[in-house]
């Protein structure tokens, strides 16, 4: 195991080497790398002349497997191999051996206890300049690729202290590195995703400055006329979204850009629900005034897509809650120009059949939450068009069918305004409709809703591997269990908190005060003809909870 400069040797020994590293999941449990490492490795591969061809060989196979090795090294060690890399990712001149060290660095820094060791923050200064000086040298686009990905990996889990001075380097070296990569859409992707994995990790304290870098790479990612459009649009779109999340104010770089989602989302892409997400946070990040210019292009997203029969039911959910997001935040003013969605949302309900599907259940909660939103406008329209009988009739045959108690609750609240505000017209359903309600009380006694809840945040299974949705875990991270983003969370569930009537109203007085309006406005005969249909266990429960027949 001496060094030599015998080429048969050191052939040989960078066979062992490579054995070592293919099979270290095998040697694992019987080799301690990081023993080797330190007692012999480090110590042969640093000492000779840096600009001999042995010692380059040795450095680029030691160096390569560190990072095949990365994830046996206890978090005690992770320092000194980051060191070891740094010194010869900056020390040596050999591309072959700096990319192969870049990679290990990158592997090093994916463990998760990586972001606890105490790397000083001037090393990864360093190691960020060495990168970017290394990208200018490299002539192929899979090497770029490579050192931007290995940027991207170091920002996602470096120490905390270090994110500032990481931000401020990056920010001044992705226009330089973006003008270079003209010709090289595949390693502007990459860019984008770095951008994107810094934008994430900093959220609520992301510059200014980065901001509008980010939006200058969103403009050109999206903008259909540039060619590479079709390979950056998605990735672009992820970016805009985390922008858009992580701003705590509008900047007008990012108002400025709203009008061009609808014109993506009448595009057939799989980023469509990515635009609605982005609708979304512009509409808790803008003031009503602001949203309201934009409202038009916003009711023709969804006019269309809940007009279409094209997407699966999972991202059919998707859009509808993005909806209820929206009429929570402004229902006033959305339900004011949003006549055509209602009615379409209507016209699902009504094809209603006997058995029912998941999705129907769903059309008929967005129906509903109209009637709790905007109760006077909701009546009034179904009035208009005599479909109040109907959709107080489709809310108590497809109550068994309702997913969560949040579908449950929000459709008991729905016919307890119905019978306050169309009591002449759903009479015939008012008995059933206090045992459904009856059993919700009894319900939430037992099992409150808690946090935030939504009513379509119930999902169907992934239907295929090319589902819709698929692609949203993959280019913004989302969580499976609800499709929402995880910054995004905190101020939609803000919102909903603060003003949803599912969270905020109490069911037993909204049944008091309904079952009492509906006495008083249809009179005791058919008062005493509903009070006969309601079963002996239904006036138990409404006994129980004070509720007078």
């Known amino acids: ?96 051996v700096r990319l192969s060290v870049a990679m290990s660095i990158r592997a090093l820094v994916n463990e998760e206890a990586f972001i606890h060791c105490p790397v000083p923050t001037e090393s990864l200064v360093r190691m960020f300049q060495t990168f970017l000086l290394l990208f200018s040298h490299a002539t192929h686009s899979p090497h770029r690729q490579s050192l931007i990905s290995s940027i991207a990996a170091v920002l996602m889990t470096a120490p905390e202290d270090s994110i500032p001075a990481l931000t401020a380097e990056i920010s001044s070296a992705i226009p330089v590195v973006w003008n270079m990569t003209a010709k090289e859409p595949s390693v502007r992707q990459s860019i984008i995703s770095a951008v994107n994995s810094l934008v994430k990790r900093i959220n609520k304290n992301c510059p200014p400055n980065l901001i509008h870098i980010a939006t200058e790479m969103i403009w050109h990612a999206t903008n259909a006329q540039h060619a590479d459009s079709l390979i950056l649009m998605e990735d672009g779109l992820s970016l805009w979204l985390n922008v858009v999340m992580a701003s705590q104010v509008m900047f007008p770089q990012l108002l ?49 897509v809940i007009a279409t029969t094209n997407l699966k039911d999972r991202s059919t959910v998707i859009v509808l809650r993005v909806w209820d997001t929206l009429l929570l935040r402004f229902p006033k003013l959305l339900f004011g120009v949003s006549d055509s969605i209602v009615k379409r949302l209507l016209t699902h309900v009504m094809q ?77 359903d008012v008995a059933e409709a206090i045992a459904h309600i009856a059993g919700v009380v009894v319900e939430l006694r037992e099992r409150p809703l808690a946090g935030c809840v939504s009513v379509h945040d119930h999902l169907p299974p992934i239907e295929s591997e090319d589902d819709d949705v698929d692609l949203l875990a993959v280019v913004v991270d989302f969580d499976m269990d609800t499709d929402d983003p995880s910054v995004s969370s905190a101020r939609r569930h803000s919102l909903i908190e603060s003003r949803d009537p599912l969270l905020l109203c109490d069911l037993v007085v909204m049944l008091r005060q309904s079952l009492a309006q509906f006495q008083a406005t249809v009179g005791p005969s058919v008062s005493q003809r509903v009070l006969m249909a309601i079963d002996s266990d239904t006036k138990s429960v409404l006994a129980g909870i004070g509720v007078l027949l």
């Open 1 to 96: 195991w001496v060094l030599s400069k015998d080429l048969e040797q050191v052939l040989a020994r960078d066979a062992v080497l490579l054995a070592v590293g293919i099979g270290h999941w095998t040697l694992s449990g019987h080799l301690d790398f990081s023993q080797l490492f330190i007692n012999r490795l480090q110590q042969e591969t640093l000492k000779g002349n840096e600009h001999s061809d042995v010692v380059r060989v040795m450095r680029r196979r030691v160096g390569w497997l560190v990072g095949q090795w990365s994830d046996t090294i206890i978090p005690e060690h992770f320092v000194s191999f980051f060191q070891f890399l740094l010194h010869i990712l900056e020390s040596d001149e050999d591309m072959v």
């Open 256 to 304: 400025s850009m709203f009008g061009v989602i609808p014109r993506l989302a009448q595009g057939d892409f799989d980023g469509l629900l990515l635009c609605f997400y982005l609708v979304q946070e512009y509409a808790l990040l803008e003031e009503e005034a602001v949203f309201a210019t934009q409202l038009p292009l916003v009711i023709g997203m969804f006019d269309s």
């Open 352 to 428: 209603l059949n006997e058995d029912g599907t998941f999705l129907q259940s769903h059309y008929l909660c967005a129906v509903t939450r109209c009637l709790l939103l905007c109760p006077d406008e909701m009546v009034s329209l179904l009035q208009q068009h005599n479909a109040a009988t109907m959709v107080m009739s489709s809310c108590v045959r497809m109550f068994d069918l309702l997913a969560n108690s949040a579908q449950r609750k929000v459709v008991a609240m729905a016919l307890c305004g119905l019978m306050h505000s169309c009591a002449q017209s759903v009479a015939d």
